[in-house]
């Protein structure tokens, strides 16, 4: 499968609105805020651990998509 079949069909998977909603806007941020400080709250309250607040608080280079087809 050459490049452009391959970005074509995850368009055209990403395009179904039976699976997919489409957003105005990108609420990855304000999510991963919320969750930080979650976390964060957590670890003062030392109900976890610094070693699970490591592995709880998000990165910040999250992958826009990835896309695995069936051939």
């Given at each position: 499968?050459?490049?452009?079949?391959?970005?074509?069909?995850?368009?055209?998977?990403?395009?179904?609105?039976?699976?997919?909603?489409?957003?105005?806007?990108?609420?990855?941020?304000?999510?991963?805020?919320?969750?930080?400080?979650?976390?964060?709250?957590?670890?003062?309250?030392?109900?976890?651990?610094?070693?699970?607040?490591?592995?709880?608080?998000?990165?910040?280079?999250?992958?826009?998509?990835r896309?695995?087809?069936?051939?």
């Open positions: 499968m050459n490049k452009n079949d391959y970005f074509n069909q995850i368009e055209e998977k990403l395009n179904d609105l039976n699976v997919y909603e489409q957003v105005k806007n990108d609420p990855t941020t304000i999510i991963k805020t919320e969750i930080n400080k979650k976390v964060t709250k957590m670890l003062e309250q030392n109900k976890i651990t610094d070693h699970n607040k490591y592995d709880l608080t998000s990165i910040d280079d999250l992958p826009k998509i896309g695995q087809l069936k051939l």
